[in-house]
């Protein structure tokens, strides 16, 4: 016949739960239940799941019903599921500095989730100090920016308690109050018009609905500035697109290309409209370099075939050609 403050014993899934605390659940069960010790063994045993159970699978009948058998149970669950120290260290400080409250939880329960992630942190002598605990628990909890803010000015004291009772006047979440909110925004919901009140509505008598309402103007301002940005880009594209529409245009007429500016080219020679200096008629042509170097070899070939020739029959009409370029 089983005891009366019989208690099942915990379950653990080691796809979605946390072993450390299983193990937490199972010495609280042990104090619990009256169950004999010979029979602890067995009912945890039962109570695993088919993946979990195979990790004890090994143990004996006589093994696990024994006074013994539910140490042997955690001993083999130990060699599978916990972790070194410095692992779990690390895991709860990476649980804890990434908490952020979400999308439609209350400041109570984050408040709870929030305490018992830095309880395990804690755990292995990772203890903050107060002001820092204070800004951890305002960033975690994700406020819009006026909230925030307004929770950094009028707190007091810079530690975890006053900061936790600030956030929680300044955003209307004592329980039994008119003004509380049961899903406090997030920081990212205000731009959205997150608890949106109506001009006419009746509801801007309360301080909340002032409050969410000036959060839900400054979130329309920003939004008509987005327009704004958008509508100049698609400005800026068009006259691009006209630009090019004219320098085709230009092109096509025999005119000069128009610059990046929307003016039309010019000859840097004389100033004309229908070519560039490159094809300029008034441009003086530039001597051809593989024409000047070849004249010079004939000339340096000639004159040693011919050393008593006369040099002033070779006339050199590239030199007036270079003097011309370099005037130009």
């Known amino acids: 016949m089983s005891s009366k403050s019989y208690k099942a014993p915990p379950l653990f899934d080691p796809d979605t739960d946390n072993y450390e605390q299983f193990k937490k659940d199972l010495q609280i069960w042990k104090i619990l239940t009256d169950l004999d010790a010979k029979k602890k063994g067995p009912a945890v045993y039962l109570a695993l799941g088919k993946k979990t159970r195979e990790a004890v699978r090994n143990l004996t009948v006589a093994e696990v019903s024994a006074e013994s058998g539910l140490t042997k149970i955690i001993e083999r669950l130990d060699e599978v599921y916990l972790a070194d120290k410095n692992t779990r260290a690390y895991t709860a400080f990476q649980n804890f500095y990434k908490c952020k409250r979400g999308s439609g939880e209350t400041f109570e329960n984050f408040i709870i989730r929030?305490?018992?992630?830095y309880g395990d942190l804690a755990a292995y002598e990772m203890v903050l100090p107060e002001g820092i605990r204070a800004f951890?628990?305002?960033?975690a909890a994700n406020l819009p920016d006026e909230m925030e803010k307004l929770a950094r000015a009028t707190t007091t004291n810079l530690t975890y308690k006053d900061m936790k009772d600030q956030?929680?006047?300044?955003?209307g979440t004592n329980s039994g109050t008119e003004d509380a909110e049961p899903n406090l925004p997030l920081k990212d919901e205000v731009l959205f018009g997150y608890g949106a009140r109506g001009r006419g509505s009746g509801n801007r008598?309360?301080?909340?609905?002032?409050?969410t309402y000036?959060?839900?103007?400054?979130?329309?301002?920003?939004?008509?500035?987005n327009w704004r940005s958008q509508e100049g880009s698609k400005m800026d594209d068009?006259?691009?697109d006209k630009r090019k529409s004219d320098t085709s245009s230009s092109s096509s007429a025999g005119r000069n290309q128009m610059n990046q500016y929307g003016v039309q080219m010019r000859c840097f020679s004389c100033d004309s409209t229908q070519h560039l200096l490159r094809d300029c008629p008034k441009n003086p042509k530039k001597p051809d370099v593989q024409e000047i170097n070849q004249e010079q070899q004939n000339f340096k070939l000639n004159k040693e075939e011919n050393p008593d020739s006369d040099d002033s029959d070779?006339?050199?009409d590239f030199a007036k050609d270079s003097s011309s370029s370099e005037e130009f």
């Open 238 to 240: 068009a006259n691009r």
């Open 136 to 139: 951890f628990v305002l960033n």
């Open 314 to 316: 070779m006339n050199f």
């Open 205 to 211: 008598g309360r301080g909340r609905g002032r409050s």
């Open 214 to 225: 000036r959060m839900q103007e400054h979130g329309s301002r920003n939004t008509q500035d």
């Open 114 to 117: 929030f305490e018992r992630l």
């Open 167 to 171: 956030i929680k006047k300044i955003c």
